[in-house]
């Protein structure tokens, strides 16, 4: 037995690695570390060994780590299988030729070169006639585990083991809750959320056993895409948001108030969709809900009101015209300027009002505009009008996005609901018995809040390290570091607990 492991999880977005050590019966935490891939890998594929081969290196050469021994893990949905199938009651020996022909067909890709184990749920001479027996298996693509091996190699290490991602996370379950101090009974389910950055790992632990697991394509990659489309920002400035005021949960947006949720382990978490109707569509921001950027421009009422200005072309009816006009009728005229037609026999008068006559000469020190005479319509004033600004230019930016992320989050909680109503419809008299987020995009604040708001159990972020000895990275790095980054760490401690359990 070695004395110290490490475990490394190599995942799209970052590689973790933790180094364990065990002296009697704990567990002593001698480092923590983390890094990012810079595009090395890309959805489980490993696209570049060499960067991450380097990367470790000076991940180790800076920590002053001098373990060489490594339990690595592989994931990703176009290289990797877990399922859990059931075979009815048969022999050790029968059931052992079924089994690698069970896989061989499950494969979503050529069988030829691939790595593949299983292991008993149960053991068949335990159960009963009549029953299935429950088994779990998983396979991966050879050049897969190769190119991850020969990463971990030409970082000077030595792989011990090669384990997928759903198992270690149930043995740092295991160790979260004391070694089995506390693992659950029979009947109660634990619900693991691995949140990564290109998928969602949803799984179901009873009594310390994997039972169910399945892949959703939604993580941090897509809450990132999403506030880029809604803020018009590029994708490192968005991540960058994201982790700086990015959260789950805004008070005063939450319409609804969250559920009162029993104490205990008797919760009912999720009852079965035979009891329930089934689980309503995502809800759309309504008026007193979410608020949206909406852009109001002001109504007649907000306009200042203006004199009305309108163009006449009525012509003068019959009794309009005048007939005759006496001498006192054209005294009493005011009009500066009128052009009149003379009657038959008369002579056509000048009227006494003159006005300059215009010319093109101008001189110095005059105006350069010409005099007619004519008094032009005064304009009427307006008022100066400014658009009233609208509500979303005062918006925080956490509320900004919060707006960004909400659907996906709603889709998120949509997909661990079809998970559970999926394995309810397997099996009867199961209950939920807490939800557990890990994965660097379980750090989303307020995220468990969000979740146990919307399904209604109880949801924690998961601390494997909570019996273990952490004071030297403690001492090093502080508390609240070991506290607050837990959940990233969650695969890479079920992994360096692989020897010893």
């Not at 110290?4 to 190599?10: A, D, F, Q």
């Not at 043995?171 to 693991?192: C, N, P, T």
């Amino acid at each position: 037995m070695p004395k110290s492991v490490l475990g490394i999880n190599m995942g799209n977005h970052s590689i973790k690695v933790v180094e364990l050590a065990r002296r009697g019966n704990s567990f002593i935490v001698q480092n923590l570390l983390i890094a990012p891939t810079d595009d090395a890998i890309v959805s489980g594929e490993m696209i570049q060994p060499d960067v991450v081969a380097s990367t470790l290196r000076d991940m180790l050469k800076g920590a002053g780590v001098r373990t060489k021994e490594a339990v690595i893990s592989v994931a990703g949905q176009s290289g990797v299988v877990i399922r859990i199938t059931e075979f009815p009651k048969m022999p050790r020996k029968e059931l052992v030729k079924a089994i690698p022909l069970e896989i061989q067909r499950s494969l979503p890709f050529q069988s030829g070169g691939v790595v593949q184990d299983y292991t008993f749920l149960r053991e068949p001479e335990e159960v009963p006639e009549g029953e299935q027996i429950p088994v779990l298996f998983a396979a991966v693509r050879a050049d897969l585990v190769d190119a991850y091996l020969a990463a971990l190699q030409q970082a000077g290490l030595s792989p011990i083991a090669v384990e997928v991602e759903p198992l270690a996370a149930t043995r740092a379950l295991f160790a979260a809750r004391g070694f089995g101090m506390s693992d659950g009974q029979s009947g109660k389910i634990s619900v693991l959320v691995n949140i990564g950055y290109e998928g969602t790992e949803i799984s179901f632990v009873e009594a310390g056993t994997l039972i169910f697991t399945r892949i959703v394509p939604l993580g941090g990659r897509h809450l990132i895409e999403a506030i880029c489309d809604h803020l018009g920002m590029d994708l490192k400035e968005a991540e960058q948001m994201k982790k700086e005021h990015g959260t789950a949960w805004i008070e005063k947006m939450e319409t609804a108030a969250p559920p009162e949720i029993p104490t205990g382990l008797e919760t009912q978490a999720i009852p079965s969709s035979a009891a329930q109707p089934p689980p309503s569509p995502i809800p759309q921001p309504t008026e007193e809900g979410l608020p949206t950027l909406a852009f109001d421009f002001p109504t007649e009422q907000q306009l200042p009101q203006t004199p009305e200005l309108t163009i006449s072309f009525d012509l003068p009816t019959e009794t309009s015209i005048p007939t005759a006009q006496t001498e006192s009728e054209k005294k009493e005229q005011e009009i500066g300027l009128e052009f009149s037609l003379p009657l038959p026999d008369e002579q056509p008068t000048v009227q006494e009002t003159k006005f300059m006559e215009p010319t093109l000469e101008f001189l110095p020190g005059q105006p350069t505009t010409m005099d007619l005479g004519i008094q032009p319509t005064p304009t009427p004033s307006y008022e100066e009008w400014t658009p009233t600004p609208t509500p979303s230019e005062s918006l925080p930016i956490e509320e900004h996005i919060y707006n960004a992320i909400r659907p996906r989050l709603e889709e998120l909680a949509s997909e661990i609901e079809r998970s559970v109503e999926f394995l309810m419809s397997q099996r009867s008299n199961i209950t939920i018995d807490e939800i557990y987020l890990f994965g660097g995009e379980a750090l989303l604040r307020e995220l468990d809040k969000f979740l146990q708001n919307r399904l209604g159990v109880p949801v924690v972020k998961l601390n494997p390290f909570r019996y273990m000895d952490v004071s030297p990275v403690t001492s090093k790095q502080g508390r609240s570091y070991v506290e607050e980054n837990a959940p990233i760490f969650v695969i890479a401690v079920g992994l360096a607990l692989w020897p010893y359990l």
